[in-house]
């Protein structure tokens, strides 16, 4: 990713999507901990590999000894083995490492997972049915270590995070300092793609599924540490700074040491589980009816998202776009008369950036006046809700797709 630009962008009047670029937007949560590393703000995993402490190491599942044939098997050689097999959530985080997003990972069939399914079929030239078939199964079956799990312990700099309530009000917002995560359980959730509710099921009680709980333990599930400005708010979440904890087994989240020259959007990319090794990407195509984003080198399919893409009120304008440039971690220009037509009165604001503000933790800047592609603070609404006009993707893929254009891409709307 060394290759990367960053536009500066400002003031740019947006469709819904209103913001301003900045070069380098304010710091991430604060991560004050001894643990974490000075220069990064976060416990690296490795010298060579700066993702955080909880990425993933696939080679350790993949050189499994040829007599482990299963998923199960092969989550033995991990330090605690799931309860039971996950094969829709093992199909997920395999597409996920190819690039083909499921979106929230829940171990569930929808959509998005179906989308991602049918990017795999086209880009291994098979029948494209969007369905978990046998021909797809045995395309996969090279990744058939790669457990649906893994158990982590959250890094210990995230008791020392800040979280914040975030007020309705868009004045209030606007005198915020930043519109990071939440709560812990927030930002766990969106560092391994999925949400809440599914780490609360791979984790019954507070503790990993297949941890033998003492008979005497009859402690309640343990509650997040993490500096808030009002103690009975929802920042008082499940989990906390050095639990173990099961989470859904994403990876291609390796930050190569030197590949980034942004500190604070590195700092980005490893809270997302995003990688710095990204293909270089010629070509993309974003369908209104399909609710899909496809990004092509040359005539190869490489990457596919679920997208939401316009509305009735502002449609997707079909047609070849450039990107102009990108801004990493923008804040966003709130104005009445851009997001709600000619006339419209109220008070301009300035928000903060953060993964919780409208246009999430990234935008890619489009030579359509108004119109951008970026991430957004509800990654479960994704292919479901309408954007105002953008295209909009999980923070996670949006990020992924940043490492991937260039001012070269070309870029497509499509009914």
Known sequence: MSRKFLAIIAALPLIACSMDGADNAEETETEASANADSDLGYEPMSDDNQADSMASEDERYMSVGQDHGSVADANRDNEIPDSEERPIMQAQVVLDREGFGPGVIDGKMGMSTENALSGFQEANDLDVTGKLDEPTKSALA?????????????????????????????????????????????????????????????????????????EDDASPSPTATGTSSDSESENDGIFRAGQQIRVPNIGADRISPGSLQDADWQR????LGVGSDQPEVDRIVVSKAGK?????????????????????EFPLPLG???IVGEAYNPPYSYDPEVLNGDGAEGEE???????????????ID???????????????????AQSSGCVR?????????AGMVNTDTEVIFEA
Request: proline share 8%; glycine share 10%; charged share 25%.
């Open 292 to 312: 899909t984003l496809k990004a092509y080198q040359g005539d190869e399919l490489v990457a596919l998202f679920t997208v939401s893409s316009g509305s009735s």
């Open 349 to 363: 604001y300035t928000l903060p950036p953060g993964p919780n503000g409208p246009v999430g933790v990234v935008w």
């Open 366 to 384: 489009l030579s359509k006046e108004h119109y951008g592609i970026h991430g957004t603070p509800d990654p479960e609404t994704i292919g479901r």
């Open 320 to 322: 070849e776009w450039d």
């Open 142 to 214: 090279r990744w058939e270590r790669i457990p649906a799990t893994r158990v982590v312990t959250i890094p210990a700099s995230w008791g020392d995070a800040e979280y914040y309530d975030i007020p309705e009000d868009t004045g209030a917002k606007a005198e915020m300092e930043r519109l990071g995560y939440k709560s812990l359980d927030e930002r766990l959730a969106e560092r391994f793609h999925t949400t809440v509710e599914v780490l609360q099921e791979l984790n019954p009680n507070g503790r990993p599924a297949g941890m033998d709980t003492p």
């Open 393 to 401: 993707l999980t923070n996670w893929d949006a990020a992924r797709l």
């Open 268 to 271: 980005t990319l490893a809270s």
